[in-house]
C-alpha cells in the first residue's frame, strides 16, 4: 500500500496531466529513484527491526553483487541533476559520437552517425571527459587543414579559401570563416581553414563539400596540392612558354564554330590567349546580373543555362563540348544575362578582356568575323528564351546593326 500510494504521488508531482510522455526534466531514471527512497524511507520507520535486521547480512551481499549497477545508477542520477546534455543532444563521451537517445538506470544510450546504437554504462559518461555539441548553441567551428606549395602566397590561399566558404550554403557567414598559415612544413605551407555551422549532423558532408570546391579552386588558379617528396630527383624538361599554343587548344580553336570565320594565324593568336579552367559538378560558372570580362568554351562537359526572373528559375538549354557562352558580357560590357551552372565536372578554355583586347588592336578584323557568328547565334538564344520568360538577351533588330560598333567602342577599337 505504502509502494502504490509513493507510485501515485510520484505520478501526479512529475506528471499531473497524464500525458504520455516523460517530463524532460524529470525522467524515469528521476522518478524512480524518488519513489525507491521514499519506500525506504517509509519501510525503516514503520518496520526498522525487521528491516534492519534482514539488511545485515543481505545488505553486505547485495552491495557486493549490485557494486556496479549501483554505481551506474548514482552515475545516472548525478547525470540528471547536473544536466551536462539531454535527449537529443549531439555528445562525444570518450571515443563515441552520437546524438542521446536515452538515459537510463544503467547506460547513456546514442546513435552515432554511421547509424549504429551506442550504449555506455553511466558509470563511464561520468568518468569520461563529455563534449556537448548541442549545448549552450548547436553554432560550431569546424576546421580543414591543406597544404600549398611555398611559391604560392599566402594570401591568394586565403583568399581562395574565404570564397570557397562564402560559395557554400551550409557555412554560416557570421561569425565569419577564416583562414591561418599554420606552418612551414615539410614539402608544403600549412593552412587550417576554419568555418562555423549549425547542424553538427551534416558535419562531414560540410567539411567533404568545402573540401571537394577548395580543389577545383585551387586547381583553377593553377595552385597545385604538393605531396611530401623524400627523394630529390632531376628532371629536364623543355622550357615551357606559358604564352604558347600546344597543339590540343589550336585544334579546339579550329574545331570552334565562333572562330570559324578566321584565318591561321588569327586562331594562333587566339589559341596562344585561352587558359584551360575546371568547374566543379553543380558550380555556378557564371551569375546572372554579375559583371564578367571572360567567356567560355567548353572542352568537355555540359552545363545548364539558367534564366532567373522574379525569383523563379528556368533552365533554357544545355551547351556542350565546342560551345561557348559569358560572350555577351565579354565582347559589350553588359551584366551576365543568365546563369550557366556544371551539370558534371567541365573542362574548358577561358577567354579573357585584356589578352583579347591586345590581340584584337592587333588585327580588328577579328571583332568583324565573330560578331556575324555571335550575332546569329544571339537571334537563335533569344528565340529559345522567350518561349520561356520575357527577360533574357533581346536583340532588336537596331540592336544586331549596332553590335558590331558596340564591341569596337568596348574594345577601343577605333
Ligand atoms: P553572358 O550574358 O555574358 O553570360 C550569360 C551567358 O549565357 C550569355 O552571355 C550567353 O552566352 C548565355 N546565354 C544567355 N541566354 C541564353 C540562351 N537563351 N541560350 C543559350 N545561352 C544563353
Redesign the pocket.
Known amino acids: 500500500m505504502a509502494l502504490a500510494t509513493i507510485n501515485a504521488g510520484a505520478a501526479l508531482l512529475f506528471n499531473p496531466f497524464k500525458l504520455e510522455k516523460i517530463s524532460d526534466r524529470y525522467p524515469r531514471i528521476v522518478q524512480d529513484a524518488v519513489v525507491v527512497g521514499s519506500f525506504v524511507l517509509i519501510a525503516t520507520a514503520v518496520a526498522p527491526n525487521r528491516l534492519l535486521a534482514a539488511s545485515a547480512i543481505s545488505g553486505l551481499v547485495l552491495g557486493l553483487a549490485l557494486q556496479d549497477t549501483l554505481g551506474n545508477l548514482f552515475a545516472g542520477l548525478a547525470i540528471q541533476v547536473e544536466k551536462p546534455f539531454g535527449v537529443g543532444d549531439w555528445i562525444k563521451a570518450g571515443d563515441y559520437e552520437g546524438r542521446v537517445a536515452e538515459v537510463t538506470w544503467r547506460a547513456t544510450k546514442m546513435r552515432a552517425k554511421s547509424g549504429k546504437f551506442v550504449v555506455i554504462p553511466n558509470s563511464l559518461v561520468s568518468k569520461d571527459i563529455v563534449v556537448n555539441y548541442s549545448k549552450p548553441s548547436p553554432v560550431q567551428r569546424m576546421s580543414f587543414s591543406i597544404g600549398l606549395d611555398y611559391d604560392v602566397p599566402p594570401n591568394q590561399v586565403k583568399q581562395i579559401a574565404l570564397e570557397t566558404s562564402a560559395a557554400i550554403p551550409s557555412i554560416l557567414k557570421e561569425p565569419a570563416p577564416d583562414v591561418l598559415l599554420t606552418q612551414f612544413g615539410d614539402s608544403s605551407i600549412n593552412y587550417s581553414c576554419r568555418f562555423w555551422i549549425d547542424d553538427f549532423a551534416r558535419s562531414d558532408p560540410i567539411i567533404d563539400e568545402f573540401a571537394t570546391l577548395l580543389y577545383y579552386r585551387l586547381k583553377r588558379a593553377g595552385l597545385n596540392i604538393p605531396f611530401p617528396i623524400h627523394d630529390v630527383r632531376i628532371m629536364h624538361s623543355p622550357a615551357q612558354d606559358p604564352t604558347s599554343a600546344d597543339g590540343s587548344r589550336l585544334a579546339f580553336v579550329e574545331k570552334a564554330g565562333l572562330f570559324q570565320n578566321l584565318d591561321m594565324t588569327d586562331k594562333q593568336a587566339i589559341a596562344k590567349i585561352l587558359h584551360p579552367v575546371m568547374f566543379a559538378a553543380g558550380e555556378s560558372i557564371?551569375r546572372?546580373a554579375d559583371a564578367?570580362d571572360s567567356?567560355f568554351f567548353i572542352k568537355c562537359g555540359t552545363v545548364k543555362?539558367v534564366?532567373e526572373s522574379s525569383g523563379e528559375r528556368h533552365e533554357?538549354?544545355r551547351?556542350g563540348e565546342g560551345d561557348?557562352?559569358?560572350?555577351?558580357?565579354?565582347l559589350t560590357g553588359?551584366p551576365?544575362?543568365?546563369t550557366?551552372v556544371a551539370c558534371c565536372d567541365v573542362e574548358a578554355y577561358v577567354l579573357r578582356k585584356e589578352p583579347f583586347r591586345e590581340v584584337l588592336q592587333q588585327n580588328p578584323a577579328i571583332a568583324e568575323k565573330i560578331s556575324e557568328t555571335i550575332v546569329r547565334r544571339k537571334a537563335m538564344?533569344?528565340q529559345?528564351?522567350s518561349q520561356i520568360t520575357t527577360i533574357?538577351?533581346r536583340i532588336e533588330a537596331e540592336e544586331q546593326r549596332n553590335f558590331l560598333v558596340r564591341i569596337q567602342r568596348f574594345f577601343g577599337l577605333g
Do not use: P, Y
Open positions: 557564371i546572372q564578367g567567356m543555362v534564366l533554357v538549354t551547351l561557348f557562352f559569358g560572350e555577351m558580357a565579354l553588359e551576365r544575362s543568365a550557366i538564344l533569344q529559345q528564351a533574357g538577351i
